[in-house]
């Protein structure tokens, strides 16, 4: 099994700046991407932004230009630095990996989920 734990939400004014941050752990083999999902209540989640392995990075319309995603492939760990924060920024943020496991089987995991609340 593989573990994400996500870290970094909070509550953040209108304009300000916050950094998530993503683990994971147990048995993995390779993580090809890493990436951010939100959602709202009500809503489905939506995608963010994603990082591959190499460095490939793609970005929603709605968060190119303001958010910043990247990775540090020893440590297993995936950012996102929200920069010029706006509340429709406020949602849950996952934390998202596909890759394999240990075994060589497919792995795509998710974490639990952290509050982002921007004020305005």
């Known amino acids: 099994q593989v573990q994400l734990v996500e870290s970094g939400g909070g509550l953040a004014q209108a304009g300000s700046s916050l950094r998530l941050s993503c683990i994971a752990s147990?048995?993995?083999?390779?993580?090809?991407?890493m990436g951010w999902y939100r959602q709202v209540p009500g809503e489905g989640r939506e995608f963010v932004a994603t990082?591959?392995?190499?460095?490939?990075?793609n970005y929603s319309n709605s968060v190119k230009d303001r958010f910043v995603i990247s990775r540090d492939n020893a440590k297993n760990t995936v950012y996102l630095q929200m920069n010029s924060l706006k509340p429709e920024d406020t949602a849950v943020y996952f934390c998202?990996?596909?890759?394999?496991?240990?075994?060589?089987?497919?792995?795509?995991?998710w974490g639990q989920g952290t509050q982002v609340t921007v004020s305005s």
């Open positions: 998202n990996a596909v890759g394999l496991n240990s075994d060589y089987t497919g792995m795509r995991a």
């Open positions: 147990g048995n993995i083999f390779i993580i090809n991407d």
């Open positions: 990082i591959s392995t190499g460095g490939g990075i």
